[in-house]
């Protein structure tokens, strides 16, 4: 399965922009879903995951600004963020694990869509 995201872009701080993620494979319910960031010179950071239950759950950063949904039957994942502020500038990437294993040897990840915070 491969992962491809989109919706990055430029915008000022108090803007909107929605990224989704969309998979190659119609198995996107039997994954756990997840966006991840990394800014420049920082670690790679969870944003929010969903699980194949929609069990959700979102960084402290963002809780309250940043919504993550996915439509299975559409084989995609979206994170809706607002109020956005220039450190949420970096590389945002989707990630997929599956459940049906507990390692990370076939989790999947997109390969990233730039957002960036700037007036």
């Known amino acids: 399965m491969q992962l491809v995201e989109s919706g990055g872009g430029l915008v000022q701080p108090g803007g909107s922009l929605r990224l989704s993620c969309a998979a190659s494979e119609r198995v996107l319910s039997l994954y756990n879903l997840a966006w991840y960031r990394q800014a420049p010179g920082k670690d790679r950071e969870l944003v929010a995951r969903?699980?194949?239950?929609?069990?959700?759950d979102y960084s402290d950063s963002v809780k309250g600004r940043f919504t993550i949904a996915r439509d299975n039957a559409k084989n995609t994942m979206y994170l809706q963020m607002n109020s956005l502020k220039p450190e949420d500038t970096a590389v945002y990437y989707c990630?997929?694990?599956?459940?049906?294993?507990?390692?990370?040897?076939?989790?999947?990840w997109g390969q990233g869509t730039q957002v960036t915070i700037t007036s």
């Open positions: 990630h997929a694990h599956p459940t049906w294993v507990n390692g990370p040897e076939n989790d999947v």
């Open positions: 969903i699980n194949s239950g929609h069990v959700i």
